[in-house]
């Protein structure tokens, strides 16, 4: 539920918006600029409405199954944690209030940085696609769980409502809305990498009905409006987040808040409650952008006419340093990412300036998002600050069985981990790695231990190779929480 949580609880104050939205998770750090969608799209303001996205409500649990695959299986639930690194973290600094983002400019800066040279690094294995876990996802008695990807206590969990979508569009546009927006966040290229950490996050869809619906025809619940200037979209904020905590059960600890407006125009804001329109043709696009600066803090790749362009900005994909990149992205020049945003340097245009501030790439999610070329994927630089935010909010391991702790003559030891196909698990024995990779479970009598007492350890990690995570310690762009991506398991075991 949105409501204080003592040391869980950070607080950011959107400038444009008059009541401050309450998030769930502690340490996320200074929030960055919120903004629009890159620029208006191709197509007239009035564009088409999206079309329906693959998938079909499933009859069990309330869930909603897509066909671009399930979220992971979780295996039996063991006993409680005793040890490893549980927790969400300390009390995060408040950010400092957004701006609004403005229209950019065409794609693509003047001049590209050196790239130098530079080989790709080994592959991180994706997220598996089996299904999901048996215990449903409790998303209120109005609530439809999207994605069901396990316990909450050990997930991001994201929120959607929708405003302008009477009861029976509800039952209509608004699934259908929110498919669309699902079916391009698990593509590849465009989505990664919540593809491969699909099972990371929980995704519930909130159903409240307006008494008139699209937005433009009459009252709404939440006041949501825009403008074809601006393109930003605005909502009353204090009312939808009261709808969330009335609907959102406890269990459900908020990270991600999201408004989806039914209606076709380029209205969209990226800011701790982010805001898409469903009904426009780019509407998956927007939501992926938007959600770039809501919940990862990114900035707007492309450029505009604004002047204060020498300072060094807090987001990581922008700098005002050509050669060292302030050391937001120095480890990324010279790689290719090969069949997406191409090789990565220091290209003049950015952050709504024509000169003087620099972006990793040509193009990307957060420059031109439009359409589904394969260059509107996430670069590089953004995706690891992606993945760092998921690892802020969850610990590798959901359970483990037995308890840690001392055991007399045990058959096996398990981990259950959120998904086997990211998080490896090294086994060790007094000290030594008699299994690395070896799976969740260990079994005892096959290691054939010696009579006395032994120290046995599960060692869970993501096994993300170079061409995702090259920044694995700092206090800045959240590669703090690159540390939560390892967690131990330790086992006393007494051997007759």
């Known amino acids: 539920m949105c409501e204080a949580r003592g040391w869980r609880r950070w607080l950011v104050i959107v400038a444009f918006i008059a009541v401050g939205a309450c998030s769930d998770r502690s340490d996320a750090g200074p929030t960055g600029t919120a903004g629009n969608s ?48 549980a927790g969400r973290g300390t009390r995060g600094t408040a950010g400092s209030p957004a701006t609004a983002g403005r229209g950019g400019g065409a794609a693509g800066g003047r001049n590209a940085g050196a790239a130098g040279s530079g080989t790709a690094g080994s592959a991180g294995a994706a997220g598996s696609a089996s299904p999901g876990p048996s215990t449903p996802l409790d998303c209120g008695p109005n609530g439809i769980a999207i994605e069901n990807s396990g316990p909450p206590k050990n997930r991001v969990n994201y929120v959607i409502i929708g405003d302008g979508y009477t009861q029976e569009q509800l039952e209509s546009s608004f699934v259908q809305h929110i498919q669309v927006a699902m079916k391009k966040r698990f593509s590849d290229v465009i989505g990664q990498p919540y593809g491969r950490y699909r099972k990371f996050v929980n995704i519930c869809a909130i159903k409240v009905a307006s008494a008139s619906g699209p937005i433009g025809s009459g009252t709404t619940a939440f006041e949501c409006t825009g403008d074809d200037q601006s393109r930003l979209a605005r909502c009353n904020t204090n009312k939808v987040n009261m709808a969330i905590s009335a609907n959102v059960p406890a269990s ?39 959600g770039g600066h809501g919940f990862h803090q990114l900035a707007d790749e492309y450029n505009g006419s604004d002047q204060n362009c ?35 340097g220091t290209i003049d245009g950015a952050r709504y300036c024509a000169a003087g501030q620099f972006r990793p790439s040509q193009n990307s999610m957060m420059n031109q998002l439009f359409g589904d070329k394969p260059n509107t994927a996430y670069n ?88 995702l995570v090259r920044y694995t310690t700092g206090t800045q762009y959240g590669r703090m929480n690159w540390a939560r991506s390892q967690q131990t398991v330790t086992w006393t075991v007494n051997v007759p």
């Open 380 to 467: 590089p630089v953004s995706r690891e600050k992606m993945i760092m935010d998921i690892w802020r909010a969850v610990t590798p391991i959901d359970s483990m069985s037995p308890a840690a702790g001392a055991l007399a003559s045990p058959m096996s030891l398990r981990v259950e981990v959120i998904d086997p196909a990211v998080i490896n698990v090294d086994w060790s024995v007094d000290g030594e790695v008699v299994a690395a990779n070896g799976g969740p479970s260990f079994d005892l009598p096959a290691h054939k231990l010696s009579s006395g007492s032994h120290t046995v350890t599960a060692k869970a990690y993501d096994n993300a190779g170079m061409d």
């Open 252 to 290: 459900f600890e908020v990270d991600w808040k999201a408004v989806v407006l039914n209606n076709n125009r380029w209205w969209n804001t990226g800011s701790v409650l982010m805001l898409w329109s469903g009904g426009h043709k780019d509407a998956a696009g927007a939501a992926l952008h938007e």
């Open 38 to 85: 890159a620029t208006s799209s191709p197509e007239p303001a009035g564009g088409a409405a999206a079309q329906v996205g693959a998938g079909r409500p499933a009859a069990a649990g309330g869930s909603l199954s897509l066909a671009t695959g399930g979220t992971g299986a979780q295996g039996p639930a063991g006993m409680a944690a005793g040890s490893g690194n």
């Open 310 to 344: 020498a300072r060094e900005f807090s987001e990581v994909n922008v700098t005002a340093d050509r050669e060292k990149t302030a050391g937001k992205w120095d480890r990324w020049l010279g790689y290719d990412q090969v069949g997406a945003t191409g090789v990565q």
